[in-house]
């Protein structure tokens, strides 16, 4: 945990509940441990999407689609996901039938690093939630991808703090994403593309706008 319990604690109980069938997916992600965003990510993403007001958003790693039904929620944006995993892809597109959102919510089936190339674009607002090792190889595509001016959130960049531990205390698997990961927050702090900012909200973020 990168910020102190208490006070995460304290601003999540700061927070208004979504409607109820957001509040059900959340449960149902929790209970079967699926990986969703944190819920204080959840008003950092609405007001990011009530500034911006994307008309596309691009996200990769659907997950179960909380996110992208959350996302839903609160633009009027449409969102194209992309999920490598069968089983999830699955849940995913029973989630997002379910909560009628089929001609706002586009899933696409696969690695984000294939499926990317073939995608056109603009997309104004990007969320990156995907494999952490993978965000450094994604990078070039997004920024093909959006326009200028467009946002790019990656979720997840701190890796609760472990990012900044000794590599002697850390397994090698967990080194070498460390190392990938320190090296996307390196890249997007230094492309000349891009200016990002590094957040330390949930499990770290970077915000980059593109120039
Ligand atoms: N954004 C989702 C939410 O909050 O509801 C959670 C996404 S979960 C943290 C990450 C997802 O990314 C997993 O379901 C995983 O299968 C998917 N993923 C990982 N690497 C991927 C890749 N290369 N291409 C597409 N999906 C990928």
Request: hydrophobic share 40%; with cysteine.
């Amino acid at each position: 945990m990168i910020v102190n319990e208490r006070i995460t604690t304290y601003i999540h109980s700061l927070e208004s509940d979504n409607p109820e069938y957001l509040e059900k997916l959340r449960a149902t992600a929790e209970k079967t441990g699926v990986p969703i965003i944190r819920r204080e990510m959840e008003s950092f993403l609405r007001v990011l999407l009530e500034i911006k007001k994307p008309k596309h958003i691009l996200e990769i790693g659907t997950g179960t689609a909380f996110s992208a039904i959350f996302m839903a929620s609160c633009s009027k944006a449409h969102i194209t996901t992309i999920e490598k995993s069968p089983k999830r892809l699955k849940l995913a597109g029973s989630n997002i039938l379910k909560n009628g959102l089929a001609d706002r919510i586009t899933l696409i089936e696969g690695d984000a690093g294939s499926a990317m190339p073939f995608l056109a674009g603009p997309y104004e607002f990007v969320f990156m939630d995907a494999a952490k090792g993978q965000y450094i190889s994604f990078l070039p595509e997004i920024i093909r991808l959006m326009p200028k001016g467009g946002l790019l959130l990656s979720d997840n960049v701190l890796q609760d703090g472990d990012l900044i531990e000794s590599r002697y205390i850390t397994a090698r698997r967990q080194r070498t994403i460390h190392e990938r990961m320190r090296e996307y927050i390196w890249e997007v702090k230094h492309n000349p593309a891009l200016d990002t900012t590094v957040i330390t909200i949930g499990d770290g973020v970077t915000l980059s706008i593109k120039k």
